[in-house]
Nanobody, 121 residues
Protein backbone atom coordinates (compact mmCIF):
# COMPACT_ATOMS: atom_id res chain seq x y z
CA UNK A 1 0.00 0.00 0.00
CA UNK A 2 1.71 3.15 -1.25
CA UNK A 3 1.04 6.25 0.81
CA UNK A 4 2.25 9.83 0.70
CA UNK A 5 0.66 11.82 3.51
CA UNK A 6 1.27 15.55 3.72
CA UNK A 7 0.89 17.50 6.94
CA UNK A 8 1.83 20.84 8.45
CA UNK A 9 -0.38 23.14 6.42
CA UNK A 10 -2.65 25.73 7.93
CA UNK A 11 -3.27 29.43 8.32
CA UNK A 12 -0.25 31.66 8.81
CA UNK A 13 0.31 35.41 8.77
CA UNK A 14 2.41 37.09 6.09
CA UNK A 15 6.06 36.89 7.08
CA UNK A 16 5.49 33.74 9.06
CA UNK A 17 6.86 30.24 8.60
CA UNK A 18 5.56 26.71 8.19
CA UNK A 19 7.22 23.35 7.81
CA UNK A 20 5.41 20.83 5.65
CA UNK A 21 6.04 17.12 6.05
CA UNK A 22 5.33 14.22 3.72
CA UNK A 23 5.45 10.77 5.26
CA UNK A 24 5.99 7.98 2.75
CA UNK A 25 5.31 4.27 3.01
CA UNK A 26 4.77 1.26 0.78
CA UNK A 27 7.83 1.78 -1.44
CA UNK A 28 11.59 2.10 -1.15
CA UNK A 29 11.75 5.76 -0.20
CA UNK A 30 15.53 6.12 -0.46
CA UNK A 31 15.45 5.21 -4.18
CA UNK A 32 12.98 7.96 -5.13
CA UNK A 33 13.41 11.59 -5.96
CA UNK A 34 10.96 13.68 -3.97
CA UNK A 35 9.31 16.94 -4.98
CA UNK A 36 6.90 19.52 -3.68
CA UNK A 37 4.31 20.99 -6.02
CA UNK A 38 1.67 23.57 -5.32
CA UNK A 39 -1.58 24.62 -6.95
CA UNK A 40 -3.53 27.80 -6.30
CA UNK A 41 -7.24 28.04 -7.21
CA UNK A 42 -7.71 28.50 -10.95
CA UNK A 43 -4.02 27.98 -11.70
CA UNK A 44 -1.91 25.11 -12.98
CA UNK A 45 0.08 22.94 -10.63
CA UNK A 46 3.59 24.33 -10.17
CA UNK A 47 6.77 22.45 -9.35
CA UNK A 48 8.39 24.13 -6.36
CA UNK A 49 11.45 22.10 -5.36
CA UNK A 50 12.96 18.64 -5.77
CA UNK A 51 15.52 16.52 -3.97
CA UNK A 52 17.13 13.46 -5.53
CA UNK A 53 17.70 10.12 -3.87
CA UNK A 54 21.30 11.25 -3.28
CA UNK A 55 20.25 14.56 -1.74
CA UNK A 56 20.79 16.90 -4.67
CA UNK A 57 18.41 19.88 -4.56
CA UNK A 58 16.79 21.93 -7.29
CA UNK A 59 14.66 24.99 -6.55
CA UNK A 60 12.41 25.23 -9.59
CA UNK A 61 10.26 28.24 -8.77
CA UNK A 62 12.08 31.57 -8.78
CA UNK A 63 9.48 33.02 -6.43
CA UNK A 64 10.50 30.70 -3.57
CA UNK A 65 14.28 30.72 -3.95
CA UNK A 66 15.90 31.89 -0.74
CA UNK A 67 12.70 31.30 1.25
CA UNK A 68 11.86 27.60 0.87
CA UNK A 69 14.13 24.66 1.65
CA UNK A 70 13.45 21.04 0.74
CA UNK A 71 15.09 18.26 2.72
CA UNK A 72 14.68 14.54 3.33
CA UNK A 73 15.24 12.07 6.12
CA UNK A 74 15.60 8.60 4.66
CA UNK A 75 15.57 6.99 8.10
CA UNK A 76 12.08 8.41 8.63
CA UNK A 77 10.95 8.09 4.98
CA UNK A 78 9.92 11.73 5.15
CA UNK A 79 10.48 14.77 2.98
CA UNK A 80 10.09 18.31 4.31
CA UNK A 81 9.51 21.78 2.94
CA UNK A 82 10.56 24.59 5.24
CA UNK A 83 8.76 27.76 4.17
CA UNK A 84 9.87 31.14 5.50
CA UNK A 85 8.85 34.74 4.84
CA UNK A 86 5.49 33.60 3.54
CA UNK A 87 3.36 35.89 1.41
CA UNK A 88 -0.29 35.67 0.31
CA UNK A 89 0.97 34.52 -3.10
CA UNK A 90 2.18 31.32 -1.44
CA UNK A 91 -1.41 30.34 -0.68
CA UNK A 92 -2.06 27.01 -2.38
CA UNK A 93 -2.56 23.31 -1.92
CA UNK A 94 0.88 21.77 -1.54
CA UNK A 95 1.43 18.26 -2.90
CA UNK A 96 4.13 15.70 -2.28
CA UNK A 97 5.45 13.70 -5.24
CA UNK A 98 7.73 10.67 -5.46
CA UNK A 99 9.38 9.58 -8.70
CA UNK A 100 11.91 6.96 -9.72
CA UNK A 101 12.97 4.78 -12.61
CA UNK A 102 12.61 1.24 -11.31
CA UNK A 103 14.66 -1.53 -12.88
CA UNK A 104 12.52 -3.79 -15.13
CA UNK A 105 9.43 -1.64 -14.47
CA UNK A 106 10.17 1.84 -15.77
CA UNK A 107 9.10 5.19 -14.39
CA UNK A 108 7.09 5.10 -11.17
CA UNK A 109 5.32 8.15 -9.74
CA UNK A 110 3.16 8.66 -6.66
CA UNK A 111 1.21 11.64 -5.35
CA UNK A 112 -0.11 12.71 -1.99
CA UNK A 113 -3.54 14.26 -1.54
CA UNK A 114 -2.19 17.65 -0.54
CA UNK A 115 -2.19 20.00 2.42
CA UNK A 116 -3.65 23.50 2.35
CA UNK A 117 -1.49 26.53 3.11
CA UNK A 118 -3.25 29.85 3.57
CA UNK A 119 -1.21 33.02 4.10
CA UNK A 120 -3.42 35.82 5.29
CA UNK A 121 -3.73 38.50 7.95
Amino acid sequence: QVQLVESGGGLVQPGGSLRLSCAASGFTFRDYAMSWYRQAPGKERELVASITSAGGITNWADSVKGRFTISRDNAKSTVYLQMNSLTPEDTAVYYCNARAYVISVGAMEYWGKGTVVTVSS
